[in-house]
Structures are given as structure tokens and as C-alpha cells.
């Protein structure tokens, strides 16, 4: 799998097959990498409502007409909006799309959906577990506090590799993904959701640090320059 960071909470998956994944698409974000232009996308996998990770959502979904995954109530008002192609899903469920399979987790954020000056629910926020064909697993958190049901993905999934949001104030900071990272027994996490805003302060490096005596390496992206797990 090629893994592009886009900045932010945005992500670009890439298949040995070929099929690209867009997670939580925000183009608008300070770090998104200039010059960036998508050439396909097959899946569009949305964690929750906010607009820093659905900003992007619609005028992709028209151009590439992809399988959109999310909560039943994110992908019920995507219907509302012309976009029809989606799979509704809700944590604890696992849904199969050609060579994508995932499950979708828990997480401990809010979730609400701006529309045209209004404020609606946008179910509740989660996680994804990724299944890979080759046997391995990746758990992409979403925003998130840190919590004990991480503990049971260890057990369920066994992932390799994560993705933990670091920034602090809306998420995890650093010492909360290093608990995280015990809790799911990763070898490897991708930070995220950090440096987009002063206020997000937590840093890779602060993470790194917490991480080392496990034995986990943290792998900083730069935006935009793809990295091949």
C-alpha cells in the first residue's frame, strides 16, 4: 500500500490492485501539499461529520462517482445531496467492496454535519480497522481521546500499523496516542491531525520519545510525499 499524507486528517490509500482511498478529505487544510491533484478515486471513507474531514467530500464524490463509506447517517445525507453511492455502516460492522474490506471502530469525539447555515446530527464518530489481502491490518483511529476498546482491537485484529491524531485541544496528544500504541501493540504509527493550527500542539518527535522504550517507530509524512507500507 502507498500512503500519501494530505495534511491534517486527510489521507490518500493506494492498492497493490490499483484502487485509491481518499479518508477523510479536507483539500482546504493550511498543510494540504500544493500541487496535489487526485487521479482517481475509488473509495471515499469518512470518519466523522466535521467539516475538517468532510470538506471535500462532495466534489469528489461527483467527479469520481466512489463508494462512500461512513456512518448510516453521514452517507443518508450525502443521499440527500444527489450522492447515492454509499455504504451506511455502524461501529462494530465490517463491510466488503471489491478488494476493500473494513471494520469500523469506536471512537471518543463529536460528530455533527454543517449544512447551509445549519448545524445536523452527524451520528456518532469512529474508527476504521483496514484488512489487507496479504493477512496484515491497519487501524486508522479517526479523532479521538484514548480508550479502552483499544485494547480490544489488539486482541480482535492485531494491527500493524496506526494512525493516531497527536494535536491535543479535539484529540489525543502525544501521551495519550504513546498509551494508544500500548493499548493496540502497533509497531508502527503515522501521526496526524497536529501542526494545522497553532493550537494543535502536539508534535511527532514528542510521540517518538514516549514510543521508544516499546520498541515502535513513529513515522512522520511529509504532505504530499507518498510512503509505501
Not at 455533527?112 to 491490518?137: C, M, Y
Not at 487501524?139 to 479521538?144: A, K, L, Q
Not at 496506526?162 to 501521526?191: C, H, K, N, S, Y
Request: charged share 15%; proline share 7%.
Amino acid at each position: 500500500m502507498q500512503i500519501t499524507w494530505l495534511g491534517h486528517g486527510s489521507f490518500e490509500l493506494r492498492l497493490d490492485s490499483g484502487e485509491t482511498i481518499l479518508v477523510d478529505p479536507w483539500f482546504d487544510n493550511p498543510k494540504f501539499p500544493s500541487g496535489y491533484v487526485p487521479d482517481r478515486c475509488d473509495f471515499l471513507l469518512i470518519t466523522h461529520g466535521h467539516f475538517d474531514h468532510i470538506g471535500s467530500v462532495l466534489p469528489l464524490a461527483q467527479k469520481f462517482s466512489p463508494t462512500v463509506i461512513s456512518n448510516f447517517e453521514i452517507v443518508s445525507w450525502l443521499g440527500s445531496k444527489g450522492i447515492e453511492k454509499g455504504i451506511g455502516m455502524n461501529i462494530g460492522g465490517t463491510v466488503q467492496s471489491g478488494p476493500l474490506r473494513v471494520t469500523m471502530t469506536n471512537a471518543i469525539h463529536s460528530s455533527t454535519i454543517e449544512d447551509e447555515g445549519k448545524v445536523l446530527p452527524g451520528g456518532n464518530a469512529a474508527g476504521f480497522i483496514f484488512h489487507l489481502t496479504d493477512g496484515r491490518s491497519i487501524y486508522f483511529s479517526g479523532d479521538t481521546a484514548v480508550h479502552s476498546d483499544m485494547g480490544l482491537l489488539k486482541r480482535l485484529y492485531q494491527p500493524d500499523l496506526a494512525f493516531f491524531p497527536i494535536g491535543d485541544l479535539f484529540t489525543m496528544d502525544p501521551a495519550q496516542a504513546a498509551l494508544a500504541t500500548e493499548l493496540t501493540g502497533v509497531r508502527t504509527v503515522i501521526p496526524m491531525h497536529y501542526a494545522t493550527f497553532d493550537a494543535l500542539t502536539g508534535t511527532p518527535s514528542q510521540l517518538q520519545k514516549l514510543v521508544e522504550p516499546l520498541g515502535v517507530k513513529v513515522q512522520e509524512l511529509k504532505p504530499g510525499e507518498p510512503w509505501t507500507y
